[in-house]
């Protein structure tokens, strides 16, 4: 059974608080030390395209030939008896059928990862 207990009041826990600020303070420190010693470098692509959105959202090419189609769903949580609320999905925010961009970014830094926590590996 895991202990399950919010940030930062599980450092005021009599059974795991003194570990916890411990575990905290040790992983603080060593993303310092990443920060400070410039250990990963950045890198990151960013994607603009023309899209159409209704109930989904459909992404097209330059030529205005469709590329992917992202299926959005509704809002899932469960709603409060007898009220009603409605249940909009990502693509409704804009009116039917609407014309505009959709961009998309993803970085990443595992390159250097493994060096470096092998590196700390061995001072462990």
Do not use: N, T
Request: with cysteine; proline share 4%.
């Amino acid at each position: 059974m895991g202990i399950a207990r919010a940030f930062p009041a599980i450092f005021d826990d009599p059974v795991v608080g003194v570990e916890a600020r411990k575990l905290y303070d040790e992983a603080r420190s060593l993303l310092d030390d990443i920060v400070q010693e410039k250990r990963f470098r950045a890198r990151g692509a960013l994607g603009l395209g023309r899209r159409r959105a209704r109930r989904d959202i459909q992404l097209y090419a330059e030529d205005g030939q469709p590329l992917e189609v992202f299926h959005a769903l509704r809002q899932q949580m469960k709603k409060p008896a007898g009220r009603r609320i409605s249940r909009w999905r990502i693509s409704s925010r804009r009116s039917p059928w609407a014309d505009g961009l959709c961009g998309g970014l993803c970085g990443d830094g595992r390159f250097e990862v493994h060096e470096v926590a092998d590196e700390y590996e061995r001072q462990a």
